[in-house]
């Protein structure tokens, strides 16, 4: 095998190796929205509406959009919303969606961590 052949062989190895991670890369974020919003949408339908919601962010700037029977609320930082507001709402923009209750399972107050 000349030199030629062995790095035609070497480039082809890794346009295989970018392209596979490449796709891995793209399967997992679009599975982790997925996720986080069925995650999202179900406990929050399953909640009362008497609910409080937190939510937080190390960072300034926009986190998600959610968007409630036609109204959207741009969300940043830091925030807070009863579950009213966000009962039955769709997520834009942000990839993980986590409402975690405080105390019991049951309970009707939560923290809503939205992340990038």
């Given at each position: 095998m000349n030199k030629r052949t062995g790095i035609l062989i070497l480039v082809f190895v890794l346009g295989i190796g970018i392209i596979i991670g490449f796709a891995m890369l793209n399967h997992y974020t679009n599975q982790n929205i997925m996720i986080g919003e069925a995650k999202a949408n179900a406990i929050m339908n399953s909640?009362?509406?008497?609910?409080?919601?937190?939510?937080n962010s190390s960072e300034y700037k926009l986190i998600a959009v959610v968007n409630c029977r036609g109204v959207k609320t741009f969300?940043?930082?830091?925030?807070?919303?009863?579950?009213?507001e966000f009962a039955g709402c769709t997520f834009e923009t942000a990839q993980d969606i986590r409402i975690t209750p405080v105390g019991d399972p049951w309970s009707e107050e939560g923290f809503i961590t939205f992340t990038r």
């Open positions: 909640m009362t509406q008497t609910g409080t919601f937190s939510w969300v940043e930082k830091l925030g807070k919303r009863y579950s009213t």
